[in-house]
């Protein structure tokens, strides 16, 4: 324990002092995540393909804010979906508008949570982030979490259906649109989805605000539970289309990556390094603020134990 | 000659004042009332515009039936039922729009009063120094 705890300490001296690398280094990895699983899953116009393209657009997110990179994946998914069928591309723009209207007036913040969200779906680990959100941050996220489960869907149901879209007819245009709608809209496994995670985020919160001990761990257990209850109850009662094992073992693995995060982040101030500059009467003052290094004390451990002298009453 | 004490203080408030001070400075020049109704209004235009997309969305999704009923729809009737519609949504939005702000107006003041205090301890360093 004493060694975690250790290790601990040198990652928030580390992200303290490197900061400033850091977070370019994180928004590259991520648009670049973003950008090349948006290609794989859809992938449908050739010029966006090319990873000089996904890089380029990737450094230039690192620099910019993290918003950034769900403009880019926006617009990344509704080109490729223009090149597969416009009425695909204006089912996509319409709901990535509605969409953000609603994410940037209450959750501009939570950028990580919409990118990350369609990321763990892939890697059939959707459920950990619910439960990080409720963890890290408020209430309002479960916004930004019903957006990541939308646009998930939207591109799943739309790369799943690409032989159903080809066989209609051209010139049809409003029944390929109907056609996208239909099958979008009409998926209950969303909805049930996009509740339970919202509902997990906010039993998370409410839990982990608790005066209690142990409070994390407690909302991480009982949101995982709730979570899964509410997934597997909703399923059945909108006979909606989910795979009872894959939720449970999902939300277990989910489950232990939430203790990891619970282990890094529990009351930890990744304070970084400051600089700032100001000035009174009589200097100007260029300060950089650098985060102490505080290691913690190596743990005693008793080898041998002396028998207590007694003491001579002197009287 | 540089005071240290003095210095520590005004570096922990000029990185509050460079970070997340700055949102909050901004909230707090703003009435209560005047923010949350700023906030209110935006949220209406906000909510107007997605409202406006997704009925242009349903109208063509519908083309070949609203095409059809063109000439028989009592127009009265279908803007009165759209009406409604649309207000509920908007002051549905408009009301959770007025719970989230309000709560983010009181933390932006909470912590202005932190940062004020420090403020205030910085004045009285600079009198107290003989």
């Known amino acids: 324990m004493t060694q975690l705890l250790l290790a601990k300490e040198t990652l928030k001296t580390f992200v303290g002092r490197y900061e400033v690398y850091l977070k370019p280094l994180g928004k590259f990895l991520l648009a670049l995540l973003a950008l090349v699983m948006i290609n794989i899953s859809t992938g449908y116009m050739e010029r966006l393909n090319s990873m000089s393209i996904v890089l380029i657009l990737a450094l230039m997110c690192s620099f910019l804010p993290l918003n950034f990179i769900i403009i880019c994946s926006a617009a990344f998914i509704i080109l490729h979906l ?100 239909d099958g979008f809209l009409k998926n209950k496994t969303m909805l ?14 409410l839990i982990r605000r608790l005066s209690i001990d142990h409070c994390w761990t407690i909302a991480i257990i009982a949101g995982t539970i709730a979570q899964m209850v509410v997934l597997l109850l909703g399923a059945l009662v909108m006979d909606a289309d989910v795979s009872t094992i894959g939720i449970i073992l999902g939300s277990l693995v989910s489950a232990g990556i939430a203790m990891i995060v619970e282990f890094v982040m529990f009351q930890m101030d990744y304070s970084r390094t400051e600089n700032v500059q100001f000035e009174d009467d009589e200097y100007y003052y260029y300060v950089k603020a650098v985060p102490k290094v505080i290691l913690s004390k190596p743990e005693k451990t008793v080898k041998k134990i002396n028998t207590q002298r007694k003491k001579k009453k002197s009287h | 000659m540089i005071h240290e004490e003095r210095v520590i203080l005004m570096t922990k408030l000029q990185a509050y004042e460079d970070g997340e001070g700055k949102k909050d400075i901004a909230t707090s020049n703003y009435f209560r009332g005047d923010y949350l109704g700023s906030q209110m209004l935006k949220s209406v235009i906000t909510m107007t515009i997605a409202a406006a997309v997704f009925y242009a969305g349903y109208i063509f999704y519908n083309l070949e039936s609203f095409m059809k009923d063109l000439y028989q729809i009592d127009w009265i009737e279908y803007a009165k039922m759209l009406l409604t519609r649309y207000l509920i949504l908007v002051i549905g939005y408009a009301l959770i729009t007025y719970l989230v702000y309000a709560y983010r107006y009181a933390k932006a003041k909470k912590n202005l009063k932190k940062y004020y205090g420090g403020l205030k301890a910085l004045n009285a360093m600079y009198h107290d120094e003989p």
Do not use: Q
């Open chain 1, 82 to 181: 223009y090149a597969l069928s416009m009425e695909c591309a204006l089912v996509a723009l319409i709901l990535f508008l509605i969409l953000a209207l609603v994410y940037f007036r209450f959750a501009p913040k939570d950028a990580v949570i919409v990118l990350l969200l369609p990321m763990c779906f892939y890697l059939k680990i959707p459920y950990v982030i619910p439960v990080c959100a409720g963890l890290l941050a408020t209430p309002v996220s479960a916004v930004a979490v019903a957006c990541g489960v939308v646009v998930y869907y939207m591109v799943s149901y739309v790369s799943g259906n690409v032989s159903g879209l080809s066989a209609l007819e051209a010139e049809d245009m409003s029944g390929r649109f109907r056609y996208v709608v």
């Open chain 1, 192 to 205: 049930v989805v996009m509740a339970a995670f919202a509902l997990t985020v906010i039993i998370v919160y």
